[in-house]
């Protein structure tokens, strides 16, 4: 009796030995658990803050805008010596979105402070691609030509990434163009109209005339060389053969097409053009530090003064009305304002 | 951090104590193999641990700035804009703290499970673009995003990514190793 009283009582001393040592075990791995979450939690609410921070940036005034010749848009402080920072985009590249986003504000601002000369370059490399990706990137590039007649070209930069399409979806249409031309503060009537006739354009020729070059091209030249070829060069070659683009004339759909083919002879070597968006420090093709803010404000910070490539439109003009661009597509029919771009 | 009693009272013994009366008798009795395993699996579960956080690292490394990783997300289009954009900027920020905790040995088996996890949530993303025949990169290490059709390579993708669950795994099944702060903790010694 006394025996097994005894024994009872060692083996429940053992079971509550047994039991403490499973409760310091779970208190030891509460502790650990617990100081892991909190180490997460740390470096992701500080890596947000970091990483926000750059990506981030106010409105600031804007410097002046210069419409060139060619349709792209300079935008520097008045008299600036700084670095060109040359932006080729695509207004429906998700990617192109993506380094406005991050990087947009923090340009203007080093814009602003006279630190860099900013080349806006619209391009369509998305042109062939039909509808609804082919579209959307000649409408909106030809509504931001449009609003640059306005002077505000850069407002509407900004307005159309932010309102891009998802790849593949339909958007930009006519009206929210129209729209948004209001709301960055475009008043004059010939904007309307112009992104009309250009949007009728655009969609004629991803509609038609895309797959009817394409599909003629695709049997005399090949797939291969339809892909590297300039879309300038093929749009020759249609004409060339049968597939006549005089619809295109004198409109900013073309502008940008043209555009386009430029870069493709702008670059060569490791500084080639090969899709968008790329950004080129006088002329020298960045890398994927253009996507972060920081890194790039210390590239432009780094760099020598250059000058860019172009020819601002109101030199070219001789006439010289005050305002430049703007006035002058007011007054005209639509048809008319590039044709000074074409020289 | 406050850890500084627990250690001192969970180091003194008890532990060892538990651990000799559990392990001697057995490793006795037990094949060679199994001793031979038991002296090697603290190293295996190290290498284990370094290459994961190595990988986790990377891939964290590879994936800024954010408007890469962002732009990796949406390739995927399985989220609105907005979640794309939160998940593009915290992922490569959560990668590197699981490579800091594998690293550190810090709550190794929970952090090798949630390292498990993130990797079979990888593989159903990778399946599920494989599946609905989207044309991109998995954006796993740096840039994702679109690429031409019959340049993806979501096969090895995957198997690669199954590696790393084992590895994860192996971790999580045997979270002894040396050099970890689990060890002060008294944990897995």
Not at chain 2, 23 to 49: F, I, Y
């Amino acid at each position: 009796m006394g025996k097994a009283a005894r024994r009872e009582a060692r083996e429940r001393l053992k079971q509550q030995r047994l039991k403490e040592q499973q409760k310091a075990k779970r208190n030891r791995v509460l502790l650990v658990v617990g100081a892991a979450v909190v180490v997460v939690a740390l470096v992701v609410a500080v890596g947000y803050f970091v990483l926000m921070r750059d990506r981030g940036g106010g409105e600031v005034e804007l410097p002046p805008q210069a419409l060139q010749t060619d349709g792209s848009v300079v935008l520097a402080e008045d008299g600036a010596s700084a670095p060109v920072l040359e932006i080729y985009a695509d207004y429906q590249c998700p990617a192109c979105k993506q380094f406005e986003t991050a990087t947009g504000s923090a340009i203007q601002e080093m814009a602003a402070k006279g630190e860099v000369i900013v080349h806006y370059r619209p391009v369509s490399i998305f042109a062939l691609r039909g509808e609804p990706l082919g579209s959307n990137s000649l409408r909106g590039g030809a509504a931001a030509r449009a609003a640059a007649d306005a002077g505000k070209f850069v407002e509407y930069n900004d307005v159309l990434f932010e309102n891009q399409p998802a790849e593949g979806d339909p958007g930009f249409s006519p009206d929210e163009l129209k729209q948004w031309g209001e709301d960055v503060g475009i008043d004059d009537p010939a904007f309307a109209e112009r992104v009309d006739a250009e949007s009728e354009v655009a969609d004629r020729f991803a509609q038609d005339y895309a797959p009817e070059l394409l599909e003629k091209a695709q049997g005399e030249l090949g797939a291969d060389s339809i892909n590297t070829m300039p879309v300038t060069d093929l749009i020759a070659w249609g004409d060339e053969n049968g597939v006549d683009s005089s619809f295109l004339d004198d409109t900013y759909v073309l502008e940008i097409l043209e555009s386009t083919g430029a870069v493709n002879q702008r670059y060569d070597g490791e500084n080639a053009f090969a899709g968008t968006p790329s950004v080129y420090l006088n002329g020298a093709k960045m890398g994927n530090e253009m996507y972060s803010a920081s890194s790039l404000r210390s590239a432009v910070a780094e760099a020598e003064p250059g000058e860019p490539q172009s020819t601002p439109a109101e030199d070219a003009e001789d006439g010289g009305d005050g305002e430049g661009a703007g006035g002058d597509a007011g007054a005209s029919p639509s048809t008319s304002p590039s044709a000074d771009a074409k020289e | 951090m406050n850890t500084g009693p627990t250690e001192q009272n969970t180091a003194s013994g008890r532990p060892d104590g538990e651990a000799a009366a559990a392990t001697g008798p057995e490793d006795a009795a037990a094949p060679p193999w199994k001793a031979r395993w038991a002296a090697a699996q603290p190293w295996v579960t190290l290498v284990c641990r370094v290459a994961l956080a190595g990988i986790l690292g990377f891939a964290a490394y590879t994936k800024l700035p954010p408007a890469l990783s962002i732009q990796s997300v949406e390739a995927y289009q399985l989220f609105p804009a907005g979640v794309a954009e939160f998940i593009g900027i915290t992922l490569p920020l959560l990668e590197f703290a699981l490579a800091l905790l594998l690293l550190l040995g810090l709550a190794t088996r929970y952090v090798a499970a949630a390292t498990g996890l993130l990797m079979l949530a990888f593989i159903a993303g990778i399946a599920s673009a494989w599946a609905r025949g989207l044309n991109i990169d998995c954006g796993c290490f740096g840039t994702g995003g679109a690429v031409a059709p019959g340049e993806t390579a979501y096969g090895v993708d995957i198997a690669r990514d199954i590696g790393f669950v084992v590895l994860a795994g192996i971790v999580m099944l045997w979270p002894r190793s040396p050099l970890s702060l689990d060890r002060l903790a008294g944990l897995y010694r």
